[in-house]
């Protein structure tokens, strides 16, 4: 099969490969790659900013939907032709997390989906949304799920206010959610186009982070001094710390990303203590929880965004979208 492979650290070192078609062994399904979707995860990995000690080469991507074509022995919920998602962390069926899980994490620490083929554990995949494309579903089990596993720990009540940042795929996947479900949201980007775009998705306000001197002063501003109750936090560094300003009494944070830093230099602890705000670590879900939001997508009727496409020979030109600005919405790269 063709796949690609990181055999080093940055994007030069992403090489197209011929590599052994796959064979489900026991308990297996081998999957014929439709689509994938790029997370800013995976240029990290690639890039070498995250996890560095990877074990190269591997195979990359998180995200993606293939259609059944072989299953191995004692497999039998799973028919040849069905359209299917994988579970990211594909050892997490259910219950609380556990560190362990992160070495089952595809696109990394197992093999992702930038290939022809993918081989899963039938335990690590659920169905296709039928009322999606390729493109959409592809956009699902990392950011999306991620987003929503946020927002249970963030367990606001309707009339609450959620603050995002930016319209990369778990903002505004929050976002979209988080109408549906009564919040008010308030939104942070940089542009004008994009903030239409925010309000058009339902966005209570929008913040120009270019325009914004004080970035708390103006979300408290938004809120009549209350601050916000929640915040899915993708910035990191800095970012983080600055937001703490915004958040009000008992407000809560799911820290999710680090596109600024993974690295706090502040204070952090005083305004916890002040305000009693409750931080948490927010990595995806298990496949319950991944049921779990398929079935808020049905209920809401939600279509995630999708950005820009490409061909499976361009993927390079698709994690290089990842380093710079770039269109709302997760970049897609079409397999088959």
Known sequence: MDAYQVQGHGLDTLRRVRLPDPVPGPGEV???????????????????????????????????????????????ALAPGQRILGV???????????S?????????QRPGWLAQWIVLPQHAVVPAPADLDDAQAATLPASALTAWTALRRLALRPGE???????????LMALQLAVAAGCEVIATTGGTAKAALLRRMGAHAVIDYRACGDM??????????????????????????DLLGAVADNGRVAVVGFLDSPVLSGDLIGPMLARQIALFGISAGSRA???GLL???????????????FEFGQADRAFAALAGPRPAGKPVVRVG
Request: charged fraction near 20%; glycine fraction near 14%.
């Open 289 to 291: 929880d991944f049921i």
């Open 88 to 98: 990211y962390a594909s050892d997490w069926c259910d219950g609380p997390f556990r």
């Open 216 to 241: 708390a002063a103006a979300i408290r501003a938004c809120t009549g001094g209350h601050g916000v109750d929640g915040v899915v936090e993708v910035v990191g560094g800095q970012g983080l710390l």
């Open 295 to 309: 079935a808020d997508l049905e209920r809401y009727r939600i279509v995630p965004l999708v950005g820009e496409q």
């Open 161 to 171: 206010r959620l603050l995002v940042q930016g319209t990369g795929s778990v903002s």
């Open 100 to 108: 362990a899980y992160h070495a089952s994490k595809l696109g990394g």
């Open 30 to 76: 081998l999957l014929r790659v439709r689509a994938v979707s790029l997370n800013y995860r995976d240029y990290a990995l690639v890039a070498g900013r995250y996890l560095p000690q990877l074990p190269r080469p591997y195979i990359p991507v998180s995200d993606g939907v293939g259609t059944v074509e072989a299953v191995g022995a004692g497999v039998d």
